[in-house]
């Protein structure tokens, strides 16, 4: 899975540029396009206005745990990568068919919110059961949002210089604790880009890339915040190799500091400060 969206439209942090203080290595939307095209030449790949693009590769795909799927419904789309324990129910609730898949649910759940319901189109995740990842971006609306969750409500805590970052294994869609792997980075041309690939996302970003924080969702006009601890910060972690030049970005939840109130649409307040971190 790949997506690339144009900074005008996503609006990513700008955090994710620091590592490579200019964006030196990394590449813009067209030249990350052609990559997919030479890389998974079997993709399906939905091109939008402007050079931004959705694709979906199935090369890797581990069909019984972490299934990939993509579709396209009255101008949403969504990649879904994982499972939905709680599918069947799902289903039944939106009056969609056995064969539907956990990416029909989820465009369906984000449209009856969005529609229908006097709730802000993230509270889809409240329903939704398991392990995945998604990217729903709504065309007509220019609405972006991203997910990663797991069954076991899974964070990370930020302590003084004690930072856990289990990173996945190369190549592969799977953290080490079996949760969806879901990376997300800055383009040379400041386009957001996300992916399932480590490998492919630092080809297409360079260092200016971190896994995106499980448990999260982020909204193109709302921010990163936490789902599981909405009251808590999600902070920007920087890591300083041994010549003190920022080396990596990590976002992770701040259990020790509790935000005032939960972050309205819109607050500047749901990015937080970065913290800086040497190395060892």
Known sequence: MLTAFEKGIAKPPEELSLPSMGLQNSKTRQEIAEMLRVAW????????????????????????????????????????????????????????SRQATEAMVVVEAYKVLRDRAPYPPDQVIRDLEGKFAFILFDAKGGNLFTARMDSNGHWHIIRALQISNMPSKPGTTMDRDGSVNLQWGMAGDGSLVLSDNPKIITEACGKSCAPFPPGCIFMNGSGLMSFDHPLHKVRAVAREDDDGNLSAIVFQVDLLTRLPSIPRTGSAANW??????NEE
Request: charge should be negative; include cysteine.
């Open 272 to 277: 937080a400060d970065v913290t800086v971190v």
């Open 41 to 96: 030449p079997e993709a399906t790949m939905y091109s939008l206005s402007n050079g931004n693009f959705l694709a979906l590769s199935h090369e890797d795909e581990s069909p019984t745990t972490h299934p990939r799927s993509m579709v396209v419904v009255d101008n949403v789309f969504c990649i879904f990568i994982g499972t939905l324990e709680n599918v069947c129910d799902l289903r039944r609730h939106y009056g969609l």
